[in-house]
């Protein structure tokens, strides 16, 4: 199984910026579509974005037009770029692998590689 880290969380003022990183290691990531999730205090796990292997993407629609992701394989690292950040992003980012064959899939369920997370937090 892939192992995955991420970092570049933090707190910021709303309207601000952020870019989290997603590092692997143990498998190359170009092996998996990757996704971002996100869990705020007290509710469920949210999908945020997902990328293909081949390069597709999806967002969920709350973040659409403000976060990209994006992925460097030859890095082994996938990227979630957040802009115009809002109070109600506040939440503990995490990263997912899934193993595919499909280059061109994207999923925004059944990953089984998880990352620890990163705190994202929005002051108004």
């Known amino acids: 199984q892939v192992q995955l880290v991420e970092s570049g969380g933090g707190l910021v003022q709303a309207g601000g910026s952020l870019r989290l990183s997603c590092a692997a290691s143990?498998?190359?990531?170009?092996?998996?579509?990757m996704a971002w999730f996100r869990q705020a205090p007290e509710k469920e796990r949210e999908f945020v974005a997902a990328i293909s292997r081949g390069g597709p993407t999806s967002y969920a629609d709350s973040v659409k037009g403000r976060f990209t992701i994006s992925r460097d394989n030859a890095k082994n690292t996938v990227y979630l770029q957040m802009n115009s950040l809002k109070p109600e992003d506040t939440a503990r980012y995490y990263c997912a692998a899934k193993e595919t064959t499909s280059y061109v899939a994207i999923y925004r369920a059944g990953y089984d590689s998880w990352g620890q997370g990163t705190q994202v937090t929005v002051s108004s």
């Open positions: 143990g498998r190359t990531v170009s092996s998996y579509a």
